[in-house]
Nanobody, 123 residues
């Protein structure tokens, strides 16, 4: 069993920055991939960034160069540094964990999910 708890969401103006955190607990063997996803109202959940096998990262084209995913294994925490935020980044952001090494940005391949944290970017 894995528990994921996100924090760090909030409201920010366009161009601003936020850092999301995801505190993880439970078996590390089912956290081979960890990722951040987001879902805006009336839209499908989409992959934002992932880190698999501890080092291989993937980013959605829409966030490349602006967002950075990282892990602190000692703290069992996943981070998403978000810079140059845009109104279209507004969504609920979810942390997720997958037991395989190939889940990357595919939400259907992730087994464990946090409750989400809201990010609102105003113009």
């Amino acid at each position: 069993q894995v528990q994921l708890v996100e924090s760090g969401g909030g409201s920010v103006q366009a161009g601003g920055s936020l850092t999301l955190s995801c505190a993880a607990s439970g078996y590390t063997s089912v956290r081979n991939c960890m990722g951040w996803f987001r879902q805006a109202p009336e839209k499908e959940r989409e992959g934002v960034a992932s880190i698999c096998s501890g080092e291989y990262t993937n980013y959605a084209d829409s966030v490349k160069g602006r967002f950075t995913i990282s892990k602190d294994n000692a703290k069992n925490t996943l981070y998403l540094q978000m810079n140059s935020l845009k109104p279209e980044d507004t969504a609920t952001y979810y942390c997720a964990a997958a037991p395989n090494n190939w889940a990357r940005l595919s939400p259907g391949l992730y087994q464990y999910w946090g409750q989400g944290t809201q990010v609102t970017v105003s113009s």
